[in-house]
């Protein structure tokens, strides 16, 4: 049998996701008999390939995670949405209240011991979005993985139910949103 | 004793009961949020909602009848639940990890329950600025999802009126009763009803931040469904 081509990438967040997949510990040996990395933080592979599965962590804050979003989109079969900031903007939405000039003005011209600061615009950098949103309000998501992060259980659950052919379900020990 | 059906299930009541409080002494659990059996029905969230012969009809206002057979545990109903629920977590700003009501929360607890794992809809992110004026406690309107339990207790157990539901339709929210509008200028206090009604986040005790440890509270130890008829014992 072919193993799954597997791409992971984190947007909006903060790698805690990966940490927690890297926490699957040694069942990681029995995973990559039957999937494949591609583009991921584990191997630094840049460009994401024709795939089975995307794993995205993190919401979208910035041009750039909206176009790694919509080429995952475009390159995988099943998209899946992993931990609070990918399904509802988590951490990073909570500017979303607040304009993006204000956030801007008070980090980079006001705060204290700043002298002569000025806004980054370098035009390597992606520029931030005004709010933060979630993956599915820009493309379409096949799966959510709830948690801050989901447990190593709940994304081997979703890998192995995935894997043998069984429309992934958490029972109520596994759901849980922080 | 008279008695309805609850999915096929007989469930006896007194006279005066609604079909919800009557299916909660019988230890049955129907979806809930806006209810509490210490106070009045208040008919809003539409969670309890069921099916009476072939029709929808809120299960916390309606009166229990004898041979009425209703529906509750149904794909049907459960999905519309769901979708309810999912509306509630968009319109406000609902961020469990960083919640102090989080593993206590009704609306988080009720969500698991339905099996919710996206809000599906685009999310409103309403800017509604926290109220921490009073010294014992806040107010983070960020989670309101106009219950009105606060409205009721503090009304009705307290005699204060503190809180009101205050707008109409989707502009419908939580406003003190004072006229700077905080609560520092009210006469609420830390032994009201009101302070300990509330069922998700926006009603909390100062100085007690994330005091229970992760596997240790209210709905990690307990599905909702099993937990909904602990607030009758506590009565008794």
Redesign the interface.
Known sequence: MARLKVATATLAGCFGCHMSFLAIDERIFELVEHVEFDRSPINDIKKVGECDLGLIEGGLCNSENVEVLREFRKKCRILVAVGACAINGGLPAQRNPIPLSVILDEIYLGEAGIAHGVIPNDPELPLPLNKVHPLHEVVKIDYFLPGCPPSADVIWKFLTDLLAGREPEFGPELLHYD | MKSFLLDGERISFEEGETILQAAIRAGKYIPHLCFHPEFRPHGSCKLCTVKIAGRQSASCTRLAAEGLEVESETAELNAERLLLTQML?VEG???????EK??DCQL?AT???L?M????F??F????PVDASHPEYLLDFNRCILCSLCVRASRDVDNKNVFALAGRGIATHLVVNARSGKLGDTDFAATDKAASVCPVGVILKKGKGFSVP?GSRTFDKK?IGEWVDTRLKERT
């Open positions: 977590f700003n609902h961020f469990c990890p960083s919640c989080s593993g988080q969500a698991y329950h099996g794992t996206s809000a599906h685009d999310h992110y309403p800017n509604r992760i599905e």
